[in-house]
């Protein structure tokens, strides 16, 4: 079976990178255009969970790839926290690109409405790709709820699973 860790990995960090040049540039010129109180609050937020994508990302980048050497469960591995992780970011996308879209409908004169609606598509695929990770790190915990302490996590995503003896 494919493992989809690293191309879903990889796709989200291309699309955090651009979430925050995107929603960085909507804040940028809200704050020089307009009087710093008027400043729209989902811009601002969207560049925070950008950010906050890629400060987790380097730890749910490699765990399932190196979980797949047949080591058993290490310090650094734990499905329940890479499930957190996914779950929560899910969340914060959901909640800023719909935020985003919302605050985008009630304007009558946009600057940056280009980029804004940039913003919430790239958003809107960052929540889906989240949604497929989280997805995909509870049907991992379904599978190996009942494994023994011994059992290596080769079959995070897509590889078959294996217990050491």
């Known amino acids: 079976?494919?493992?989809?860790?690293?191309?879903?990995?990889?796709?989200?960090?291309?699309?955090?990178?651009?979430?925050?040049?995107?929603?960085?540039?909507?804040?940028?010129?809200?704050?020089?255009?307009?009087?710093?109180?008027?400043t729209p609050s989902s811009p601002p937020y969207l560049v925070f969970v950008a950010i906050f994508t890629l400060l987790t990302l380097p730890y749910l980048?490699?765990?399932?790839?190196?979980?797949?050497?047949?080591?058993?469960?290490?310090?650094?591995f734990n499905k329940w926290v890479i499930?957190?992780?996914?779950?929560?970011?899910?969340?914060?996308w959901f909640a800023g690109y719909v935020a985003l879209a919302?605050?985008?409908?009630?304007?009558?004169?946009?600057?940056?409405?280009?980029?804004?609606?940039?913003?919430?598509?790239v958003g809107a695929l960052a929540w889906a790709t989240f949604l497929a990770s989280t997805v995909l790190a509870s049907l991992h915990i379904m599978r190996t709820r009942r494994a023994s302490s011994q059992q290596t996590h080769a079959g995070w995503i897509g590889k078959e699973e294996s217990v050491q003896i």
Request: hydrophobic share 45%; aromatic share 10%; net charge positive.
């Open 1 to 38: 079976m494919f493992n989809f860790n690293l191309p879903l990995r990889s796709v989200q960090l291309i699309l955090a990178i651009i979430a925050l040049g995107l929603n960085g540039y909507v804040t940028s010129w809200y704050l020089h255009h307009t009087h710093p109180s008027t």
């Open 83 to 92: 499930l957190a992780l996914d779950s929560l970011t899910c969340l914060l």
């Open 102 to 121: 919302v605050f985008h409908q009630g304007l009558i004169l946009c600057g940056p409405c280009d980029v804004m609606v940039g913003g919430v598509i």
């Open 61 to 76: 980048f490699p765990n399932p790839v190196l979980a797949g050497s047949n080591k058993p469960n290490g310090r650094f």
